[in-house]
């Protein structure tokens, strides 16, 4: 028995957003007419032998009304676990369950309907709605269940010492919902806010203050020394730090897509710095109780080997103690996609054990943080400048990075830091100069 995705092709549409995002391979050559043709497949995968086509079955996929019982349970499940273990109990949380269950339902039509709205192949619109699944689902529950549950998660959503539970809830949505569904827009992340929504301007106000809130006072919290290292606090950086520590710590893998520029391994660097051993010291970690992290980092190439990948992961566990948390770096993850050793399958492997055994201890609905901590598996950073297959993406959460549009903002942070007095439209004028000569090359 052999799970097959399909071999629908992406049309000209489809390849442009995704070079608005990252990298795509070019084989010119006779020689590789294969692989060019896998590049272009929505899942890249090898043709099956035409003996096997009358033995395929295709599933197809969940129904909205089927799909809408699914994620009316899940979310039911996860409120339950919460209300649970929380004893600060409030009236409205009926009402916050279930625009909760609906916005999530809009998120799946919002981002199938966006995918096929200038397609015209019927078999590649159903392809796209499997861009998007029940995974989906539970990862965002366990976004919005670690931010409620953990002082962590409370310390990025609160503005004030002391605020309603309603709140508390009502803002984990939103950065559920952005963490895990608008990341993975390229260019219109508003339009999503705006359809789930429905253009109501008192939700999208909130909605941008509480993601922006919680960018800006990670970033303003962490260790680090911006200035001295001359890096701006653009928003591709916040963005990609506030992901980053969501995710490691909510124990949900992250592939960030984008081309050179787009702050990727710098917030990498930066989080790592930041939460870095020994705990004892490190008094960002200890106010909030959070692990300190101690990476394991794996460089991907072609000749990345299955060996490769399962050695990093055994190196990552052996240093996740009591109060540390091994994590993974998987640096240009999608050149290993060329690997024949195929790699990724054992990359695959490694994140559904640790979902499976999180499902397990999960049971018990205890506190999420609780369940990471005894479930002791690792975290997975895994960063490309090369557009990924989405049967990799799916096993995580996905931000896609467009092209920067912050290199004037960029320039112009990094100079003020070191034109101290300077007529303040010197940086400004030299900034834009700059962002245009990079725009060129």
């Known amino acids: 028995m052999k799970d097959q995705n399909n071999e629908n092709q992406n049309n000209k549409d489809q390849n442009k957003e995704e070079e608005v995002c990252g990298l795509l391979f070019d084989y010119g050559d006779k020689k590789n007419k294969e692989q060019e043709e896998i590049r272009n497949a929505v899942y890249r995968v090898h043709k099956i032998p035409n003996s096997l086509e009358n033995s395929v079955l295709s599933f197809e996929s969940l129904k909205s009304t089927q799909e809408k019982v699914y994620i009316s349970k899940m979310v039911d499940n996860t409120f339950y676990s919460i209300l649970n273990n929380n004893d600060k109990k409030f009236r409205d949380y009926q009402t916050i369950r279930s625009s909760f269950e609906e916005y999530i339902s809009k998120s799946h039509s919002y981002i199938r309907k966006d995918g096929d709205s200038n ?71 508003d339009q999503y806010f705006e359809a789930i929504f429905e253009r ?48 490691v710590y909510a124990q949900i893998p992250l592939f960030i897509i984008g081309k050179p520029g787009t702050s990727k391994s710098i917030s990498v660097e930066v989080i790592m710095e930041s939460l870095k051993p020994p705990y004892e010291a490190n008094n960002f970690a200890k106010k909030i109780e959070l692990r300190t992290f101690r990476e394991s980092f794996l460089q991907c190439s072609p000749i990345t080997t299955t060996q490769g990948i399962e050695d990093v992961f055994k190196i990552a566990k052996s240093k996740t103690k009591e109060n540390d948390l091994g994590v993974v770096i998987l640096d240009e993850v999608a050149l290993a996609e060329l690997s024949p050793d195929l790699p990724l399958k054992a990359l695959h492997s490694q994140l559904e054990e640790s979902e499976k055994e999180i499902s397990r201890i999960n049971q018990d609905n205890k506190k999420i943080q609780d369940i990471i ?8 950073v895994a960063i490309s400048n090369w557009v990924l297959d989405p049967s990799n993406t799916n096993r995580g959460i996905l931000l896609r990075r467009e092209s920067t549009t912050q290199l004037g903002t960029t320039a112009q942070q990094i100079l003020c830091t070191k034109t101290v007095g300077m007529n303040s439209m010197i940086p400004e004028i030299f900034a834009s100069y700059l962002s245009k000569i990079y725009e060129k090359l």
């Open 200 to 247: 109501n301007d008192n939700l999208l106000g909130n909605c941008q203050n509480v993601i922006e809130n919680s960018q800006e006072k990670l970033i303003e919290s962490l260790e680090y020394d911006f200035s001295k290292k001359m890096i701006a606090k653009n928003i591709p950086l916040k963005e990609n730090c506030l992901l980053i520590f969501v995710c």
């Open 373 to 380: 901590k005894e479930n002791g598996g690792v975290s997975v």
């Open 119 to 189: 397609q015209t192949n019927d078999d590649f619109k159903r392809n796209l709605a499997a861009l998007i699944s029940l995974r989906d689902v539970s990862r965002t529950l366990r976004v919005f269940q670690w931010l409620v549950e953990s002082k962590a998660g409370r310390f990025l959503l609160s503005e004030k010492e002391e605020e309603r539970e309603e709140e508390i809830f009502q803002k984990a949505i939103y950065l559920s919902l952005f963490v895990c569904y608008a990341s993975r827009q390229t260019t219109n992340k």
